[in-house]
Each structure stands twice: as C-alpha cells, then as structure tokens.
C-alpha cells in the first residue's frame, strides 16, 4: 500500500463524499480545497497549542524544532507547501493568552531550508516572503541554504534540532548522543601566547573530550528501546521492537557525539592581536579548527560520529568565564559564543568569511544577522542561500565586538 500524507489523504476522502453530489469540475475543486485548508488549519494550530501546553520535568515547553523544507522530488510538493504555508501564517498570527492576549511563541522553533524551489523566481518563492515577514517579528528564525550544505559537505545535512547537524543521513531519525565543550581561552591563557604549546595543550584536552564521549557512548550500549517509547519504538527516531537494543543507532550516520568549542575570538585576539577579519588572526583561528578536526577525524575511525560543533550556549560560555575569573586566568569581560564576527562589518562580508569556519565545524553551526540589517529582502535571501549554509535572524545588533575593546583588555 502506498504511503501518502494525511492532507492528500483528506482531500481523497473529500473528492469521495462530494462525488455523488452534482457539481461542477470547478466548484467541486473550490469546495475541497476550501475543506482542506480549514483542516490543515486546525492541525497545525492544534499541534501548536498542544507543545506549548505540554510541560516537560522543568517545567517548561519541549524545545522541539520545525524543518520547513520543500523537496522537488517529492510527489506530495503542493501539500506539504500548504502545510508549511499554514504553519507560517500560524506564526505570523501569534498564539492567545490568557493573561498576555496574542503572543509569539518561543516552541516549536522554525527553520525554513532554501532551494531552487523557494528562491529567485522558484514556484514556492511566496513561501520565502512569508518566512522573512516571520523572521522579522520572532528572534532566532532560521535559514539554511540547501545549496551551500551540499557545497560544503558534500552531501545534504539533517537537523537535529535547531542547532546540531548530521551529514549523509539515509534514515529517517537522527539525534546527539552528548556533547563535551572546550574552553579555548584557558587553553590560551596556560599556553602564555606560546603556540607550540598551545597546541599541545589542545590536543591533550581534546583526547580527553573524545574519550568522555566515548564513555558516554559506552554506557548507551545495551540500552532497551522500551526506555524511551516515543523516541525508539513510536518513530522519533526509530521503530524498534521492545526487546531490540538500539546500538545500531549510535553509529555515525545516524548519531553524533560532539565536541564543542567556546572563545575562538577570544582566543585568537590574546595569541596574536588580531581579529577574524586580518589575516594573522584569521589563519590561526582556522589553523585551531582545523587541528580540532583532524583529532575527530581520526576517532571516526571507530565508525562513531564524532563532530566539531560551535556550542551556542551562553551559559556554558559564562561558566567557563566564571571559572577562569576565579582562578585569575585572563582579564576578559566575557567569552563568546559562535565566530563573534565583528557585526559593524556588513552582514555580506561576516557571511562570507563565517562560511569557511562552518566548513569545519560539521556538527553544527550558525551565523547571525540583525533583523536591522535586512534592508533588501531578496538581496538577503540571496546572500544566504549562496554564501552561508546557516543563518540565524536575531532581534538586534546587541553589544558589538570592538578592536579597542580588546585592547583595553589587559590580558
């Protein structure tokens, strides 16, 4: 039996009990689409209200992650377009309220892959315009340029939320098995600006990320997949029998194991005095990736999914801070997160030069762009889906990273 999607499931079943009714070719497809359109409605709006009413143990909303993607290979293309069509008018509108009226809700985050399809003068490029107009009004929408993935890893990417990636994936659930963060500045600040011994000190830690990870893989060995119903049973990520295991799926082209990275920039400017953007600091930052990714390379030896992945966790970044602070490492008023690209430069430039860094950072990565910045919409679109694999629209230019700041600093 084929597997068809519920909309073209719904409409079949229209087309059905309006059949023995007479009516014209043109009012009978008038009536069903306008059925459908009120079905897809209430669905998407149904699934909506029901994640942001769900509490998870801390009490909040599941962080659960939207990919809004057109495939021109699919035999269902107009009805998943409607789909995503609703889904983007379901943002725009906003959510009721009771206390606060209509708001803008932070689950499920959206992010809107760009194709030949939606781009240009692509047949879908309406569904783009939507995007942008969501993006414009709710912090954190994201793009991902489908052309730039391929260019870039040679093969298509799946999402695994909103910020973790997995390369080649040929099955239809992938998730992280864990993630190890490594603080560059302290390696820096122990290194005393001497590289050979930077470096040193890198690979050290970084044996010690990887074999963290590997513990943590270990002891997901042998797990049931009745501990987790929904995920390995109920098609999450898979559909397993009780009694399976699910080892096969802690392999590399289902599941990563991540190693993240916080304060390139920082370190980088403690090294050498230089910004991404000369190029004595740009080789280094990119000579720091690049040996990060060599010892992954050789631990994906092993068939595991080993991945350098650009950790976006401001609170990881301030406790690595905090620590450093503590024990008097440095005289720095805080860590980033990401590239920390200089945003006085235009997003064009920060978006070209931020792609060579997500070349190496395979696991995951993101740029960001003002909503201020996007002055010409298709101009925007254009850069991002030729220039940079993923975009991150953010509500404002924030604190800008200066030069003189950094000099100010007393490192």
């Keep these: ?8 499931i719904s409409e079949e079943k229209y087309r059905e009990e309006l059949k023995e009714i007479v009516l014209s070719k043109e009012k009978l497809e008038e009536i069903v689409k306008r059925r459908l359109e009120a079905e897809i ?24 992650t939207l990919i809004l993607e057109l495939d021109d290979k699919d035999l269902y293309i107009e009805e998943t377009a409607c789909v995503i069509e609703e ?27 760009l194709s030949e399809v939606n781009t240009g003068n692509g047949k879908y490029a309406y569904l783009t315009t939507l995007a942008l ?24 990417i799946s999402l695994m939320g909103s910020s973790h990636f997995l390369i080649g994936n040929t099955k239809s659930g992938c998730f992280n098995e864990g993630v190890v963060t490594l603080n560059l500045p302290q390696i820096a600040f122990l290194s005393n600006k001497d590289e050979i011994e930077f470096f040193r000190i890198l690979k050290e830690r970084m044996e010690l990320a990887i074999d963290t990870l590997l513990r943590r893989h270990y002891a997901l060995l042998g797990t049931s997949a009745t501990v987790s119903p929904l995920h390995y049973q109920y098609g999450a990520i898979a559909r397993l029998q009780s009694e399976e295991k699910i080892d096969d799926l802690l392999q590399e082209n289902v599941s990563t194991l991540s190693l993240g990275y916080v304060g390139l920039k920082e370190t980088v400017w403690y090294m050498r005095g230089s910004t991404f953007y000369e190029k004595n600091g740009k080789s280094l930052a990119l000579k720091i990736l690049k040996s990060m990714h060599s010892q992954l390379d050789k631990a994906r030896k092993t068939h595991l999914g080993f991945v350098l992945y650009q950790s976006p966790s401001k609170m990881v970044a301030s406790y690595f801070y905090d620590i450093d602070r503590m024990h008097h ?42 909503r201020e910045e996007i002055i010409d919409e298709k101009e925007f679109i254009e850069t991002i889906y030729n220039t940079n694999v993923y975009v991150e629209v953010v509500k404002e230019k924030g604190e800008v990273y200066h ?7 007393s490192y």
Excluded: W
């Design 403 to 409: 030069e003189n700041r950094c000099k100010d600093s």
């Design 329 to 370: 490492l440095g005289k720095i008023s805080e860590y980033t997160v990401g590239f920390g690209m200089d945003r006085n430069y235009p997003y064009k430039e920060r978006l070209k030069v931020e792609n060579e860094f997500h070349v190496l950072t395979s696991g995951g990565s993101v740029s960001q762009v003002a």
């Design 1 to 8: 039996m084929e597997n068809k999607p519920y909309v073209h």
């Design 133 to 156: 107009q969501c993006a414009k009004i709710q912090s954190g929408f994201r793009f991902l340029s489908k052309k730039m993935a391929i260019q870039n890893y040679k093969e298509e």
């Design 41 to 64: 409605e209430v669905g998407v709006q149904t699934i909506e209200y029901q994640i942001n009413t769900l509490m998870t143990a801390n009490g909040q909303s599941p962080p659960l």
């Design 87 to 113: 889904i983007l008018k379901r943002r725009l509108k906003g959510m009721k309220e009771r206390e606060r009226g209509m708001v803008i809700p932070d689950f499920p985050k959206l992010v809107y892959v």
